[in-house]
């Protein structure tokens, strides 16, 4: 009796995990003080590469049938996740809020989605304690350092001394304005990023500078591609008379004197020009910078940026001790501050680029 062959079987795929080179060690944030705790900013995916997504996550990446594709897009989704961990840390504890969209402007501008700052947000909610947290409103996701996370960043010898010292938990919350005040200088931070005009690192939120009328306060102090500096106020709610007295307490700011000791041997400085003037005081007191942005049952930015304008050339000071320049956050987001859009206050309604604002004498 004739045997029949038996059926063919098809030779195993390869095992990939026994032939493929060991996976790169994730990379871990700069290394910390000595005095600071044991965990520092580690570099975590928030899922084993080659297990599938979990539900819900919210992702966006596109699935495809070819073997081996979709294993790669997860692996490279995790790996990129894990890769801004730190970064994602760091700029929260900076700018104190931000949405997925204002980070993925920030550290991923060439992604088209936010899938990879999300993992990122997601590993660091998932630490114990959290590093950061987040608020809900209107489908939308409000993202800010906890304590934990502000003393983490800290830690990790990158922030400014001066800069992540205050959550962001009660911007995030707020119903009064705060969180969109918030929301409008990052988005003023991304505009500056993107024109590379200043990186998104060397900004510096509510820092007290001392005057002899008490501490003014800018909403942020950005350091300029070029070397000089530049003070930015957001207005959305504020009153005019409160607006011009801020610019009076940035005239008296420019007379405050250094707030360490002396030094017998050099000429005496004043607080700004022992901190922006540079080495060998060459540069001009900072410009003032405001960003008139929308609100409910306020008048149009364009229409209080108007009003502040006549209103602030009368201020002592103003276009000679102080340059004074004012934009809307819609200009100035869809055409970046490298451009046409500053209005000098006491220079008609000419626009300039940021680069061409007369210097204060």
């Not at 038996?6 to 871990?28: F, W």
């Not at 005009?197 to 909403?219: F, M, R, S, Y």
Request: glycine share 6%.
């Amino acid at each position: 009796m004739t045997t029949a062959p038996a059926p063919h079987t098809p030779p195993a795929p390869a095992d990939t995990a026994a032939t493929a080179s060991p996976a790169p060690s994730p990379v871990a944030s700069p290394a910390p003080s000595p005095a600071a705790p044991s965990r520092r900013l580690t570099v975590v995916a928030d899922q084993t590469p080659d297990s599938p997504a979990p539900a819900g996550c919210n992702s966006s990446s596109p699935t495809t049938d070819v073997p081996g594709e979709a294993s790669r897009a997860r692996k490279a989704a995790a790996k990129a996740g894990a890769e801004i961990r730190g970064e994602v840390l760091l700029t929260l504890a900076q700018l104190r809020l931000a949405t997925p969209r204002q980070l993925k402007a920030l550290l991923l501008a060439h992604q088209q989605d936010t899938d990879h700052v999300r993992r990122a947000l997601r590993n660091l909610l998932a630490e114990s304690p959290a590093l950061v947290g987040r608020t809900h409103r209107a489908q939308q996701s409000y993202w800010y350092c906890t304590p934990a996370g502000l003393a983490e960043a800290a830690a990790s010898g990158e922030l400014a001394p001066t800069a992540g010292r205050t959550t962001g938990k009660r911007i995030a919350a707020s119903k009064t304005g705060l969180r969109e005040h918030g929301l409008a200088l990052v988005d003023t931070v991304v505009a500056f990023h993107q024109a590379e005009v200043a990186d998104h690192a060397d900004w510096q939120v509510e820092v007290a500078h001392p005057t002899p009328a008490g501490n003014l306060v800018p909403d942020g102090v950005v350091l300029l591609a070029g070397g000089s500096s530049a003070f930015v106020e957001i207005d959305r709610t504020m009153s005019y008379a409160r607006l011009l007295a801020k610019l009076e307490r940035y005239d008296a700011y420019r007379n405050a004197p250094p707030s360490g000791r002396g030094n017998a041997a050099r000429a005496p400085r004043s607080h700004w020009q022992e901190t922006y003037a540079g080495p060998s005081l060459d540069r001009p007191f900072p410009p003032v910078l405001f960003v008139f942005a929308p609100a409910p049952r306020r008048a149009a930015p364009a229409t209080r940026e108007a009003v502040f304008h006549e209103r602030a050339r009368h201020v002592s000071g103003v276009n000679y001790r102080l340059t004074v320049a004012t934009t809307t956050l819609a200009q100035l987001t869809g055409q970046g501050p490298d451009q046409p859009v500053w209005r000098v206050v006491g220079h008609g309604e000419d626009r300039l680029a940021l680069a061409m604002l007369p210097k204060a004498r």
